[in-house]
């Protein structure tokens, strides 16, 4: 059914699909029955007004909240996530968009929030203890691979940097682990020129690598510059779904908006 | 620009599969919605289920001297409560209510039967008292960014000791006082009940307080700095002066609990109540505002005070020992906010 | 509970229960647990329906009160109470203008006619004892004198008759006798050869262990020569005594206390305290329980013991150091009559 | 000395000034000898990369912060804030980059906050009361003003609103009640295109009004589509204050990120 | 390009006017910042001049007898406080550990005294207790989603009633026991001081748990789960299976407190130490652990119960009566907190 849409994945098994999505939240609708599919290797862009339920979707594939009704699969197999550990649990990395990190914690330590790494010998397997050296260097890595330079210290708690840094910190953490998806809900938000494009490149670099990101954004020109397809949510559903050659930038706005139809 | 498929079905008008999760579509998510809206109906609901419940076990329950009764025994708890609430809102603790009290009461007490001073004057004497001591926890909050908790727990320490500095450890009676101090003990009929003078002080406190923290812009600010300290700082609110007023306000309801308690206990004791801090924060709690500030509302805490109060009254006139009535007291406790929980369907 | 219509009026056949609040001062004092163990078994026996009410802790007024008024919601005909303080005589008076009748157990209230009779060790006498034995065995020493008291926030008749008691035995003068912490800090007693004293302090042990450890170790920082120690009950000289110990002071110390619970008295057999008065709580209840039932079929009630505001349920001195001119009993003796084994 | 930079306001006095301002955090280095003027009428743009000190000067200007040393003038009058609210007198609306909304309070409390509306009469002027149904009223015409259409229920508690949604209440908030400035830190950041047009035409609106506006904004187009002067942080400091007339976009990249001085 | 003026001054390398207040430049300035990065260096601080000011008023008070005694009368409260700060660090709090400790104190004496059970298996059983009541708390807190403050408080009251149930109300003395329960209480010779080894005990307890929450992924998980519940589950962190894990721990600690109790007091008093909530929590806040979570160490909770015990010890061996004692710690409290907060210069 994507044929036009994305030609190139036409053959390809989806590694995550999502159907009929339902979610509500007392009396307002988040999410009114939504399918999606994210095939490997593509880069899924989903755009639409404030409120149209994008980071709703993106939450429900992710685990941090349980659809109403609706079904997910990966790779084929039907799942059910009640919390974001079980989509991690499967390869699913999420960068939300109220980024989600633990502002008493230095920057290494919410890097490998979750999955820290212990020291080797027995002072760590038996004593468990953390390699926070280890951590605090590969922390820094990673945030210069991101481009992020003005960020030398990872030991300064999340709670002192700046909203551009912090989402770094959080942008690098999908980046670092996602293994099979990584989601990403507005990660340029609070992002300078340069670290955008720091990000979009990474974006380039995780699907060049046969990894499928899906990515949330207001920036128009930031989607059609690396979307492969474009799902357009308004009210709580999907309005169409677009590429970047069959539709322009005016064209997406307008559906969007509901001034046009796909 | 050319016609695409759209990935999910056909749109067909807003919500239509929605629909069925819509809660505004059910008669129990109507309720659920109206509970949302008014936090302090559910634990209105645990009242009542109490009520019935231990009108159930013993006859006397009901009666109209008893329903009076467990009013007369929260009377104090009660309107300590409103200033705990109050000092909660803002994210604070006040671990000095009953010190405070007391205090004010031993003065009040004192200044009118030792030294004979008029009762209206000793009273106002007493509300100084408190609204002195208001100031001083304020002061400490705001000026050195102590936490609530340590303050509290430091002035809780001085005014013990200055109430038995002061009082040299006597009980001072209250048929030796003068009788406006003991009024808010008596009682006055209404139909076939007699209602007692202090548990109409405290209601009317709770009242004025629902109304000024409900309806006045103070009141707001209130919830706005317990809410968030920084982001209504930024939003221009002068968080200290909010505070230092929220702590006055705290002091002066202590004051007037402390004519209660008098009336009440038709005596003012150094040493009454001292475990009144915990049963007033326990009010507030079950009455479901926030130990974390910001939410929460002063009905919820009178539901709160009243729920604890039935509990011990209906579980004693049950016939329950002692022990098992301090053991069935903590079950309750948890139970009653279980089904607060269960009723409002908080989703965290 | 019954189905009696006015609280109190004795109009109840023989086959109605009696219904009866017993309202002790903490349940964590094995002196009440044996008081309630007490008045279960005598309410058995008179056909009452007895039900348990305490304080959270010694000195818990509030929740006595409490209990007070619930026992009158509940349509009881009496109600028995070891009163935890002055503030609860108010309640008292409401439970008995309600037509309940009232007795104190243990600790006579003041003014004492806020009840209908009080039944009770004769506090006073206890301390004398405790007092005149400590004089004879000082046997003309120093005493540098540590008062473990009940409390220093409120005032309580238990408190002032044992500790002026325990001085008057020992030949000082009290001053005001309702009135702790009055008198001379130091002089000469005159009990005994007679001596040298000097008292180091007042302290207040709520009559627990950890308050009457607490209270020792103040006492003894201020001045480590104690030689002589009052409390006021046992579990506080349990806790004197366990502070006394960890300061290496156990062994030349002399340790008095009233009770005779029979863990006290097996303290006085190791030496742990020197002497002890026993009170007798299980007489007190059942006295209490059986005046209650008459009270409320007759009207009538006990008299007060003379020259005293209430009726004495006696005191016996124990110790394995009898002095001379002391009657008392050893703690063989004692441990056929204690309470709490 | 902005004479080139900015000559439509050469010969006007500046409404807002800042001498050499000076913030450090700790061992960081926030603000490092920072100037700026403001014309009346004006749009001045600040961008910079992340952690460049754009958020920390506009939080000295509005006394969030309080400068280690520097001085600001008002109207040509020596000014030292030391709260928010100081700066609100002056007739200084903001809204800063972490929104400052209160989670728990609805949207038109949030929109109010601080300068809440009595009702008329002895009821306001003896009681007190609030006027909760015309505040509310008024909240909505706002909002719709700013093109915020999906948002219709004022009564929702904001921490239930989308991110997007909650930006639209913080730049309502300013845009209500500014009187002499109205600076704003990246407010378009989380919001839809049709909301960041409705946003930038209220900065012209603004503007027109005779109104001067500080806009942070790390949206290259945005900035230069509305502002009359783009003052560019670097590092802590100044690099160079610019008009979309005498530089391009690339231009102000390359000076932001240090490739040029301007 | 055309080149163009900058605003500001010409740029003369980075940090040049802010030179002069960069904190690094400055020796005081470099102390602070090291108080900043180890936060329990500034409690440590309060104390010695504690410490150093009770010397001075009185000889005595530095003996070496006298400061060791000051270490056994911290030792429970001390301990109980380590199980306090695991809880109060997942922005919980624990009313119940007092509680927990005497059921668990009262079930091993009993047990062994009693039923003589060998004092291996009767430690053991107290240790279950403990995990069981730390178990229950637990699993109210993360099955229901109840406030904790509700959850202790109402399982408070369950553990004190099953403690007077099952013991009567009696206190088992030491001298019945085995030796094994009451070895906390023995001391044992270090030079010229002789230590208890209770005290030892807490000590080690310190450390094991200070070395968890500092170098394992638990302990960060809690310092997590603590500051940001909501954003710990969408990091993936399982916040039920943490929050559980922490109460299970604060029940084990709590056992190990109930041996040394034991050996403390050389009883297993049913009423002993009912007070030990408030002061465990006073410990855990003068410690600077945070009550809204995710903030503060196990280190500062142990100078949080010396410098209480400091006080306490010090003023009486100053010779203050009693009263004045009372108002004193209270004033001292205050103190210690507005010279620790002095000393770290917390901008809000
Ligand atoms: N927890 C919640 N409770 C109530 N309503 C909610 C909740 N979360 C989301 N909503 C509502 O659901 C709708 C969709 O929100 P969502 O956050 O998915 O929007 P969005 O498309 O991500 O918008 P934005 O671009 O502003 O981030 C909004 O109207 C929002 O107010
Ligand atoms: N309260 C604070 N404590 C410590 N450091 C701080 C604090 N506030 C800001 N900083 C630091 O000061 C520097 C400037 O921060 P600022 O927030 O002004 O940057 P910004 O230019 O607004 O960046 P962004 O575009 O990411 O919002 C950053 O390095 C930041 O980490
Ligand atoms: O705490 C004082 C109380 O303790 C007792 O001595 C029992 O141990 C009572 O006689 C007295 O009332
Ligand atoms: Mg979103
Ligand atoms: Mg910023």
Not at chain 3, 86 to 100: F, I, M, Q, Y
Not at chain 3, 129 to 135: F, P, V, Y
């Amino acid at each position: 059914m994507t044929e036009s849409a994305a030609p190139n994945v036409a053959t390809r098994e989806p590694i995550l699909t999502a159907r009929n999505l339902v979610k509500t939240f007392g009396r307002v609708v988040g999410l009114d029955g939504v399918s999606l599919d994210l095939y490997p290797g593509e880069v899924l862009a989903i755009i639409g007004d404030n409120g149209a339920g994008k980071s709703t979707l993106i939450k429900c594939l992710t685990g941090a909240e349980v659809p109403d009704s609706g079904e997910l699969t990966v790779s084929g197999q039907p799942v059910h996530f009640k919390r974001p550990q079980d989509a991690r649990v499967h390869g699913i990395e999420t960068v939300y968009q109220n980024l989600a990190v633990s502002p008493a914690l230095d920057v290494a330590s919410n890097l490998f929030l979750g999955r820290e790494e212990r020291r080797a010998g027995i002072l760590g397997s038996v004593f468990r203890m953390l390699d926070t050296k280890g951590m605090r260097l590969k922390a820094k890595q990673e945030l210069t691979r991101l481009g992020i330079s003005t960020l030398q210290d990872v030991t300064v708690p999340v709670e002192n940097l700046s909203g551009g840094q912090r989402q770094a910190v959080a942008v690098a953490r999908a980046a670092a682990f996602g293994s099979k998806v990584v989601v990403l809900d507005e990660p340029t938000a609070a992002l300078g020129v340069r670290e955008s494009n720091q990000v979009l490149q990474l974006v380039r670099d995780l699907r060049d690598r046969g990894l499928p990101v899906i990515l949330i954004s207001h920036n128009m020109p930031h989607v059609f510059d690396v979307a492969d397809r474009i799902h357009i949510q308004r009210l709580g559903k999907c309005a169409a779904t677009i590429t970047p050659q069959s539709h322009n930038m005016t064209d997406a706005v307008a559906i969007m908006t509901g001034a046009a139809t796909a | 620009m050319t016609q695409q498929q759209t990935a999910g079905p056909p749109s067909a008008g807003h919500a239509d599969l929605a629909e069925e999760f819509l809660d505004r579509q059910t008669p129990l998510s109507r309720i659920r919605n109206i509970l949302h809206r008014y936090p302090a109906v559910s634990p209105a609901l645990v009242l009542l289920i109490a009520v019935v419940v231990f009108g159930l076990l013993n006859d006397r329950f009901l009666r109209v001297e008893n329903l009076s009764l467990i009013t007369q025994q929260v009377s104090v708890v009660g309107t300590l409560a409103i200033a705990q609430t109050l000092i909660i809102l803002t994210a604070g603790i006040d671990l000095s209510v009953g010190a405070v009290m007391i205090l004010s009461s031993m003065v009040v007490a004192q200044l009118a039967v030792n030294n004979g001073l008029p009762a209206p004057v000793a009273l106002l004497a007493g509300l100084i008292v408190g609204l002195a001591a208001g100031a001083l926890n304020g002061f400490l909050v705001t000026r050195f960014r102590l936490p609530p908790f340590i303050v509290t727990l430091g002035t809780l320490n001085i005014f013990i000791a200055l109430t038995l500095l002061y009082s040299n450890g006597a009980t001072v009676r209250g048929s030796a006082m003068p009788d406006l101090l003991t009024w808010t003990g008596t009682t006055f009929p209404v139909g076939p009940v007699r209602i007692s003078t202090g548990v109409v002080v405290m209601l009317l406190l709770y009242v004025a307080i629902a109304f000024i923290l409900g309806k006045t812009a103070w009141g707001r600010h209130v919830y706005a700095v317990g809410d968030d300290k920084e982001a209504a700082r930024l939003a221009g609110i002068a968080v200290n002066k909010v505070l230092m007023s929220v702590y006055l306000a705290a002091g002066a309801v202590l004051a007037i609990g402390a004519w209660i308690q008098i009336g009440r206990t038709n005596a003012a004791s150094p040493n009454a109540g001292m475990d009144l801090n915990l049963d007033s924060i326990t009010a507030v709690v079950i009455g479901g505002t926030s130990l974390f500030g910001g939410r929460g509302s002063v009905w919820g805490t009178l539901l709160g005070a009243l729920i604890v109060g039935v509990f011990r009254n209906g579980l004693s006139l049950a016939g329950l020992d002692v022990l098992y009535q301090t053991l069935a007291v903590g079950v309750l406790i948890i139970l009653a906010v279980s089904i607060d929980q269960w009723i409002r369907k908080v989703k965290s | 509970g019954g189905s009696s219509t006015t609280p109190g009026a004795s109009e109840g056949t023989s086959d109605e229960k009696v219904g009866v609040s017993l309202i002790v001062k903490t349940t964590t004092n094995p002196f009440f647990v044996s008081m309630q163990d007490g008045a279960k078994k005598a309410a058995e026996a008179e056909n009452v329906d007895l039900k348990l009410a305490a304080g959270k802790a010694d000195g818990d007024e509030d929740t006595q009160i409490q209990a007070i008024e619930n026992a009158i919601s509940k349509g009881d005909k009496g109600i028995l109470i070891t009163p935890n303080g002055p503030s609860v005589v108010d309640a008292l008076k409401k439970a008995r203008d309600a037509g309940l009748f009232v007795i104190a157990l243990d600790t006579p209230p003041d003014p004492a006619d806020a009840v209908d009779i009080t039944f009770a060790t004769d506090n006073f006498a206890a301390g004398e004892l405790i007092g005149k034995w400590t004089a004879a065995q000082l046997d003309g020493k120093k005493a540098t004198i540590a008062l473990v008291d009940l409390f220093d926030d409120k005032i309580v008749s238990v408190d002032y008759n044992r500790d002026q008691g325990f001085l008057t035995g020992l030949g000082i003068d009290t001053a005001d006798k309702k009135k702790n912490g009055d008198e001379a800090k130091t002089g000469k007693y005159t009990g005994g050869k007679g001596g040298e004293y000097e008292i180091v302090g007042n302290q207040a042990s709520q009559g627990a262990e950890d308050g009457g450890r607490t209270a020792m170790e103040t006492l003894l920082s201020s001045n480590p020569d104690i030689n002589v120690v009052y409390t006021i009950n046992e579990p506080a000289a349990a806790g004197a005594f366990e502070a006394l110990k960890s300061a290496g002071k156990d062994k030349d110390v002399l340790v008095v206390s009233v009770d005779g619970g029979c863990t006290g008295v097996n303290n006085v057999k190791s030496g742990v305290i020197g002497a002890t008065a026993q009170q007798y709580p299980v007489k007190m209840a059942e006295l209490g329980v059986k005046a209650i039932v008459e009270l409320a079929k007759t009207g009538n009630k006990p008299a007060n013991s003379e020259g005293l505001d209430f009726f004495n349920t006696g005191v016996e001195l124990v110790t394995d150091k009898p002095a001379d001119g002391l009657k008392s009993i050893t703690t063989t003796e004692a441990t056929d009559i204690c309470w709490g084994k």
